[in-house]
């Protein structure tokens, strides 16, 4: 089990760039989260996959963000046309379906200049 | 819809003192419930979870919370606080049922006084 990883840890970019994260899980767990977090907040629910199908996606994933989960493993997090309220920690979890809570990543920070 | 509240944003205690994080929920439906600790720029870690068993939950870290539906509260607490205590505590609430998305409160970061 070499747990939930992240990748990158820390992305500068400038306003209007594309950025794309990427989230490996559990390998046998097939349920994955995104969070969001940013400054001295708690995390907030932007989507779900289990297996390959995305399930729910919350309001504040807006048209410029976009999540998949091709093949059921890993999953991208893309967001196009990035804007300063971007700056934030992006979170990925996993479980198996019958599990009570997550494991996190490590998170990625993205900061918008 | 759920919610939490995690009352105080900071919490200062003394190495050995009592360690209390306090949070109250909202939930029209059975809750999940959960602590998770943050160190800085790292990721949540899972401290203890209630999930319908029995009301008082030993988590790791000697960390301990109970389950209070009367009041609908699950404090966390811990007898005797050590430095490497200091972090980022978080509460969440989740549904049984569905995505089990968790709703997080705002936070409470714990400083440990020498």
């Known amino acids: 089990d070499t747990g939930v990883s992240q990748d990158p840890r820390h992305k500068i970019t400038k306003r209007g760039q594309n950025v794309t994260f990427r989230c490996d899980p559990i390998?046998?767990?097939?349920?994955l989260y995104w969070y969001r977090q940013t400054l001295g907040q708690g995390p907030e629910f932007l989507t779900y996959f289990q297996n390959e199908a995305q399930l729910e996606k919350s309001r504040l994933l807006s048209d410029r963000f976009s999540a998949e989960r091709p093949k059921g493993s890993f999953s991208t997090l893309e967001i196009q046309r990035t804007e300063q309220g971007d700056s934030a920690m992006y979170l990925c979890a996993s479980s198996t379906r019958q599990a009570t809570g997550y494991t996190f990543g490590s998170g990625t920070r993205l900061t918008v200049v | 819809a759920q919610s939490v509240t995690q009352l105080g944003s900071h919490v200062s205690v003394s190495e050995g003192a009592l360690v209390l994080l306090r949070c109250n929920y909202s939930?029209?439906?059975?809750?999940?419930l959960f602590w998770y600790v943050q160190y800085p720029n790292q990721g949540l870690q899972l401290l203890l979870k209630?999930?319908?068993?029995?009301?008082l939950v030993k988590g790791i870290n000697g960390f301990e919370a109970e389950f209070k539906k009367s009041e609908t509260s699950f404090h966390l607490t811990k007898p005797s606080a050590h430095m490497s205590d200091a972090a980022e505590y978080f509460c969440a609430v989740s549904f049984i049922q569905g995505a089990q998305k968790l709703v997080f409160g705002q936070g409470t970061r714990l400083t440990i006084n020498p």
């Open positions: 390998s046998e767990h097939n349920r």
């Open positions: 939930s029209s439906v059975p809750p999940y």
């Open positions: 209630y999930t319908s068993a029995a009301t």
